[in-house]
T-cell receptor, first 115, second 115 residues
Framework: GDSVTQMEGPVTLSEEAFLTINCTYT??????LFWYVQYPGEGLQLLLK?????DKGSNKGFEATYRKETTSFHLEKGSVQVSDSAVYFC??????????????FGSGTQLTVLP | EPEVTQTPSHQVTQMGQEVILHCVPI?????FYWYRQILGQKVEFLVS????????KSEIFDDQFSVERPDGSNFTLKIRSTKLEDSAMYFC?????????????FGQGTRLTVV
């Protein structure tokens, strides 16, 4: 079945540090890949996505590239801010002949950015 | 910006009692989902719903669970006889389409505590 393996947390960085959160996946078929973010007290929000190999998703300074050869979708940001403190979830969704395919999530990585 | 709304934000219930969690998906969306997140664990898929019927469900979604779209706007999750292990954050989500690249919009979640 489909699965997502995500870098264990928590991760603590100083402001302006470089961030990488690793994500690898196993999927049947051709998945779309997502990063969701959960700020304290809030729901899950889509941060970025990529729907095919070599696509790069980007948003708010975050980037992730869909690497089919390494089955990876690592999240990166060149300079983190205190406001980036949140839990980050890697997720995938596969194409299906049926409808309403669900997301498969990784375990989440807690990021804390210190001023 | 359209959003998915969940009520209540926190529900405390005694073991064995029935609970109903409420969700109002985005108005023009056609596919609806429930996920749950036990504290410190992964976000897990429970059920998807389309065209007034369940599309898929996980092994977690046993006979104690049911979903309903009682009118044109609400989407509810009922747990018939709650157990301690049902304590979790429950997220509702909706998508406009069912294909893999479609963004899922999540509500803020209902924290269910079973005592």
């Amino acid at each position: 079945g489909d699965s997502v393996t995500q870098m264990e947390g928590p991760v603590t960085l100083s402001e302006e540090a470089f961030l990488t959160i690793n994500c690898t996946y196993t999927a049947t078929g051709y998945p779309s890949l997502f990063w969701y973010v959960q700020y304290p007290g809030e729901g899950l929000q889509l941060l970025l996505k990529a729907t095919k190999a070599d696509d790069k998703g980007s948003n708010k300074g975050f980037e992730a590239t869909y690497r089919k050869e390494t089955t990876s979708f690592h999240l990166e940001k060149g300079s983190v801010q205190v406001s980036d403190s949140a839990v980050y979830f890697c997720a995938l969704r596969t194409i299906s002949s049926g409808s309403a395919r669900q997301l498969t999530f990784g375990s989440g990585t807690q990021l804390t950015v210190l001023p | 910006e359209p959003e998915v709304t969940q009520t209540p934000s926190h529900q405390v219930t005694q073991m064995g009692q029935e609970v109903i969690l409420h969700c109002v998906p985005i108005s023009n969306h056609l596919y609806f989902y429930w996920y749950r997140q036990i504290l410190g664990q992964k976000v897990e898929f429970l059920v998807s719903f389309y065209n007034n019927e369940i599309s898929e469900k996980s092994e977690i979604f046993d006979d104690q669970f049911s979903v309903e779209r009682p009118d044109g706007s609400n989407f509810t999750l009922k747990i018939r006889s709650t157990k301690l292990e049902d304590s979790a954050m429950y997220f509702c989500a909706s998508t406009l389409q069912g294909w893999s690249g479609t963004e899922a919009f999540f509500g803020q979640g209902t924290r269910l505590t079973v005592v």
